[in-house]
């Protein structure tokens, strides 16, 4: 079955930068678009930008773009997320996901 699995995350200051991993199975990878989204506090879900199966061609939330990097690993079956220039409204746990399958998430938590 499709397992994903996050890491990465943590308490970081405003300003600041992370790099989230992926690491997933029971599927092909390599043939899957794969995308991250993020829930804050009290909010719904939020699509956060979304790679092809090559790793040529990205799309990303207006609220993260030229600030966050997806990116992937076909030969790991591994996917990533490089956030910098953190802002406290970045504050959420993230989600790997194919289409809508997503694993157990990975806090990430912007504070000074």
């Known amino acids: 079955q499709v397992q994903l699995v996050e890491s990465g995350g943590g308490l970081v200051q405003p300003g600041g930068s992370l790099r989230l991993s992926c690491a997933t199975s029971?599927?092909?990878?390599?043939?899957?678009?794969m995308n991250w989204a993020r829930q804050a506090p009290g909010k719904g879900l939020e699509w956060v930008a979304e790679?092809?199966?090559?790793?040529?061609?990205?799309t990303y939330a207006a609220s993260v773009a030229g600030r966050f990097t997806i990116s992937r690993d076909n030969s790991k079956d591994t996917l990533y997320l490089q956030m910098n220039s953190l802002k406290s409204e970045d504050t959420a746990v993230y989600y790997c996901?194919?289409?809508?399958?997503r694993g157990q998430g990975t806090q990430v938590t912007v504070a000074s």
């Open positions: 029971g599927f092909f990878f390599s043939s899957s678009v």
């Open positions: 996901r194919k289409g809508l399958t």
């Open positions: 790679i092809n199966t090559e790793g040529t061609f990205a």
